[in-house]
């Protein structure tokens, strides 16, 4: 059975469980089993529990977040130890990437992250690709700025200048809603306020356009 070692943020706390949700089938077909601090029991060494599973682990997931490099702990102990396991063949380090930050330059940098910011799609006919799309989050280099950008050219080549379509999320004071302002908002072909629903079937046309 592959152990897995979950190292992440407090703060992140919500994340991590929903990722325990998608593991929870391998976990019960005995293929994985997971560890993480809320497994400690009281009167246990929280240090020497965590060594000992991070010492031991198969696979270490670093949950890569603005919390997580900001932690001494998960950044100076639980990662540092990580990576120096995965320089030595003993362990499998995969950050997680949960929200955007500054994560490249990071000791964990190098290695092939799963992005939960960045999306990638195929669709194949009779064997042949059809459409592309990747989807991706950009801030343009402005704190505080979140917009979600579509490409029919995929992940390859990411930014604003090959963006087919752009969203951007705002709050009219009431709540968070998603705003075109790409191709389709100069063309008029969406209401201004999206909800997630609305925007998942806007680019799920996109993607599918194509196709027809």
């Known amino acids: 059975m592959t152990t897995i070692f979950i190292s992440y943020s407090h703060s992140d706390e919500k994340m991590w469980k929903e990722l325990e949700k998608h593991l929870s089938t391998l976990r019960r077909q005995g293929v994985i089993n997971t ?30 977040s603005a919390d997580f490099l900001a932690s001494d702990y ?8 990580a990576i120096e396991r995965h320089n ?3 362990a499998r380090v995969i950050p997680v990437i949960l929200r955007p930050c500054d994560w490249h330059g990071a000791p ?6 799963v992005d939960g910011n960045r999306f990638e799609a195929i669709a194949f006919v009779n064997g042949h690709e059809k459409s592309l ?18 490409s029919h050219d995929g992940l390859s080549i ?4 090959v963006a087919k379509d752009i969203m951007s999320l705002n709050n009219n004071g009431s709540g968070l809603y998603l705003e075109l302002m790409g191709r389709s908002h100069f ?9 997630q629903k609305d ?5 799920w046309n996109l993607f599918m356009e194509k196709l027809k």
């Open 199 to 203: 925007a998942a079937e806007h680019y």
């Open 133 to 150: 799309c990747g989807i991706w989050l950009d801030n343009f280099g402005m704190p505080g700025v979140s917009r979600i950008l579509f």
């Open 35 to 64: 560890w993480y601090d809320r497994l400690i029991g009281p009167g246990e060494d929280i240090h020497g529990q965590i060594n000992d599973h991070l010492n031991s682990a198969d696979i270490i997931l670093l949950l890569v």
């Open 108 to 113: 964990f940098g190098r290695l092939n992250a």
């Open 88 to 90: 030595k063949g003993e």
């Open 158 to 161: 990411s930014g604003s200048h």
């Open 187 to 195: 063309e008029g072909k969406k209401k201004s306020m999206l909800t």
């Open 74 to 81: 998960c950044y100076d102990i639980e990662m540092k130890r």
